[in-house]
């Protein structure tokens, strides 16, 4: 009999998500973190009184109210809602694109003029089956807001052109024709009192936590010492990239302390020139409201992923999904290894997809246990 039963490898959500309901369940869990500090990407990090968000904006959002419900027992929301500001040179508009944006754009007013404006330009593109993102956002939302709004922005977040990129990245931009800035049309959202790391330090109350581990450093040691593994880091390394890698954007983050109470006025501003580097900065202090005499800001600039860097986003096209097929073939066959989370599975997931997912694979242990 192994010590434990269960040796879970990441501490982000899905992992402590599953630490702490099979713990509920009477279950002798081991968490191994190979970053210095528990929480994955949603690891907030009190500074100057301000709950800095380390690995980018996190805003909890869903529609889903099982899981707001469940999240909610680990700490209290408040009423934040995202309106992103949008600046491409010395212009500014709120996003998402809505009737204040239009308006910003061509000095209209109605959602009517608007309309005839966006349809006359999406008329540039007639094709039904556009080859690249270039055509397929023009089909979407015309040239003005194409070329002010998107091409920058998506350009530095890829790191190619956006002629070059294939057109099912952007499958939907959604087009509001009321005065609602609100970004997203989740029923609830909000950001957590005190950060997330407060959440995730509940989840993980009274379970052995070790940081500064890498499973791989000494992986016959970790798979030896539980029953099953619960394996949340990239698939492609479990597998020792026999099949070969799988690629992903990387970010970097750039932050400062500001002596000033109020540098921006919003939590996220998008710049979506392409002449500016970074693609958004972030002031920490609007997530929450936080009274403070300082302020912390973050510029966040897309890079190339390398080996050894953070992976963000998966590169989800043809060439990776074929290597993804071959390890998750392979993962299949595993009897005592259970993958989740956003690097197992090489899928970007909102917070709420992976609570989902966590609490999905903790009642399908369950009922494997009970036959
Ligand atoms: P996560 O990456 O958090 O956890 C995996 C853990 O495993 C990490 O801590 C890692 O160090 C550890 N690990 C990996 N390999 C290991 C090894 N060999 N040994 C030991 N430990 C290992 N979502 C949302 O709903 N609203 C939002 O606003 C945002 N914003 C956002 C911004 C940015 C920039 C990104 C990249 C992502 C978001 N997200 C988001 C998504 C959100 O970050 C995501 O859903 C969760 O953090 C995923 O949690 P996981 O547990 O799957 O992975």
Known sequence: MSK???????SGLFGSIFAHEMSKNGKNCLVIERRSHIGGNVFTEKVENINVHKYGAHIFHTNDKKIWDYIQQFADFNRYTNSPIAIYKDELYNLPFNMNTFHQMWSIKTPEEAKKIIESQKKEIDTETPDNLEEQAIRLVGKDIYEKLVKGYTEKQWGKKCNELPSFI???????????????????????IG??????????????????????????????IADKVVYTGMIDQYYEYCFGELEYRSLKFESE???????QGNAVINYTESEIPYTRIIEHKHFEDTA????IITKEYPIEWKKGYDAYYPINDEKNMKILEKYQKLGKKEKSTIFGGRLALYKYYDMWEVIKESLDAVKLELDNLKK
């Not at 950060?195 to 109350?205: A, D, P, Q």
């Not at 403070?292 to 302020?295: A, D, I, Y």
């Open 4 to 10: 434990y039963d269960y040796l879970i490898v990441g």
């Open 170 to 192: 952007i499958k939907r931009l959604p087009v509001r024709f009321t005065y609602d800035n609100n970004y997203f049309n989740d029923l609830y959202q909000g950001i957590p």
């Open 195 to 224: 950060g997330y790391t407060k959440i995730i330090k509940k989840l993980l109350k009274g379970i052995e936590v070790k940081i500064d581990t890498n499973f791989f450093e000494d992986r016959k040691k970790w798979e030896n």
């Open 257 to 263: 302390t500001k002596n000033m109470e109020n540098y």
């Open 292 to 295: 403070s005499s300082k302020t």
